[in-house]
């Protein structure tokens, strides 16, 4: 099982980033896959999740309206679209597999989360 995060990078505020998740070892289309991210000193936050059949979909508030997150099974990858970046942006995003349904509710990881390797976006003021 594996999850490959990518498209991360140094960005002035008011641009935009495409982070991509790709997955490998298992049927993507059983799992909700969230975005997380965590930025220096503080917690991780849930940004967006999308479920297997991409019917339910959760972002944070602080994302709503910037970010889109899209999935495309066939390619067994997952799309974080992120537009009007700003420095409180800044952060390693991580993205996460997940079988069940909290996490696109609530934008929390379970104990059943798996867990990719995180991208670096960098967000200049």
């Not at 899209?70 to 974080?80: C, D, G, I």
Request: overall charge negative; glycine content about 14%; aromatic content about 12%.
């Amino acid at each position: 099982v594996q999850l490959q995060a990518s498209g991360g990078g140094l960005v002035q505020t008011g641009g935009s980033l495409r982070l991509s998740c790709a997955a490998s070892g298992f049927t993507l289309d059983y799992y909700a896959i969230g975005w997380f991210r965590q930025a220096p000193g503080k917690e991780r936050e849930g940004v967006s999740c999308i479920s297997g059949g991409g019917t339910d979909i959760y972002y944070a508030d602080s994302t709503k309206g910037r970010f889109t997150i899209s999935r495309n099974n066939a390619e067994k990858t997952v799309y974080l679209q992120m537009n009007s970046l700003n420095p409180e942006d800044t952060a390693v995003y991580y993205c996460a597999a997940d079988p069940g349904f909290t996490m696109c509710l609530t934008g929390t990881a379970s104990v059943d989360t798996w867990w990719g390797q995180g991208t670096l976006v960098t967000v200049s003021s």
